[in-house]
């Protein structure tokens, strides 16, 4: 009973997590409509970089800030920036919950990534599973169906930064201390968002500056109650449940932005969510 209760903790935390996300997606797009991209960027990773830093300063002293892999916490932070740079550019065109369904592809990604650069063998059921992912993609996109919008394909590009940043984070695991992951997530992007923003700065309205302070707050919340999550239970385990961020996605699009929610793109939800669900199996197995 004590165990079920543990699981069903961390059930609750990752969909708490996922929920936040997709919040955390929507601001991001309302934003792009009143500020620069980069002030965007910059508001969400410096206001995200300075709750870390006091959190786990307050817990850990200054350990987070010592790494033994620099160049892989780096390249790994360079791989968040980029996909959250090109989720958002997007996300400037293209409804929220097309934008987030296609950056699930991410996780079938992985598994390609894996066969390519770790050499990992993988069997005719995930194989199938990847096409039938990549089918998904294609559905969301709707070739053939009229017109895609040049806009998504910025999403797919935020797909494979992504899934290049959860392959190095599963490199990184076990390896490195994961306050210092953790901190160094947006750090690095922080500090060179800094200088970026500079030249292209605007004054913002106290209006729009609470909401690149909500932007930061809520990307950190959603980090905090995952890591909650995983405490509770095995990432493993917990990870498929962070899908709850496609159906808020799609419920945000449709009630904050007044989007319309076309069936290619919940076909195509769905059929990414069953590959990533049937990967996730096969791999537990």
């Given at each position: 009973m004590p165990r079920f209760s543990a699981f069903l903790a961390g059930i609750l935390f990752t969909l708490a997590a996922g929920i936040s996300f997709a919040v955390q997606d929507s601001l991001g797009k309302h934003l792009t409509t009143l500020v620069p991209l980069i002030q965007l960027l910059w508001g969400r990773y410096f206001?995200?970089?300075?709750?870390?830093?006091?959190?786990?300063?307050?817990?850990?002293?200054?350990?987070?800030?010592?790494?033994?892999?620099?160049?892989?916490?780096?390249?790994?932070?360079?791989?968040?920036?980029?996909?959250?740079?090109?989720?958002?550019?997007?996300?400037?065109?293209?409804?929220?919950?097309?934008?987030?369904?296609?950056?699930?592809?991410?996780?079938?990604?992985?598994?390609?990534?894996?066969?390519?650069?770790?050499?990992?063998?993988?069997?005719?059921?995930?194989?199938?599973?990847?096409?039938?992912?990549?089918?998904?993609?294609?559905?969301?996109?709707?070739?053939?169906?009229?017109?895609?919008?040049?806009?998504l394909f910025l999403v797919v590009g935020a797909a494979v930064f992504n899934a290049a940043y959860l392959m190095l984070t599963r490199r990184l695991a076990g390896r490195d201390d994961s306050a210092s992951t953790m901190f160094n997530t947006t750090a690095p992007g922080a500090v060179l968002l800094t200088f970026l923003v500079i030249p292209v700065w605007e004054t913002p309205s106290p209006s729009v500056l609470a909401l690149m302070v909500a932007i930061g707050c809520v990307g950190s919340i959603g980090h905090a109650l995952l890591v909650r999550g995983f405490s509770f239970a095995p990432a493993s385990l917990l990870s498929p449940f962070l899908y709850i961020q496609v159906l808020a996605a799609s419920i945000l699009t449709v009630v904050v932005f007044g989007d319309p929610l076309r069936w290619t793109t919940a076909l195509g939800a769905a059929i990414l969510v069953a590959s990533g669900l049937y990967i996730w199996w096969r791999e537990n197995r």
């Open positions: 206001i995200q970089t300075l709750i870390m830093a006091g959190t786990l300063g307050a817990t850990r002293g200054t350990s987070f800030l010592k790494t033994s892999h620099p160049f892989l916490q780096l390249l790994r932070g360079a791989c968040l920036l980029t996909a959250t740079s090109l989720m958002y550019a997007g996300l400037s065109y293209v409804p929220l919950a097309d934008a987030t369904s296609v950056l699930f592809f991410a996780p079938i990604l992985v598994t390609v990534f894996s066969v390519v650069f770790l050499h990992e063998r993988i069997g005719i059921h995930r194989i199938a599973a990847v096409v039938a992912g990549f089918l998904g993609m294609l559905v969301v996109l709707r070739p053939g169906l009229d017109s895609i919008e040049p806009a």
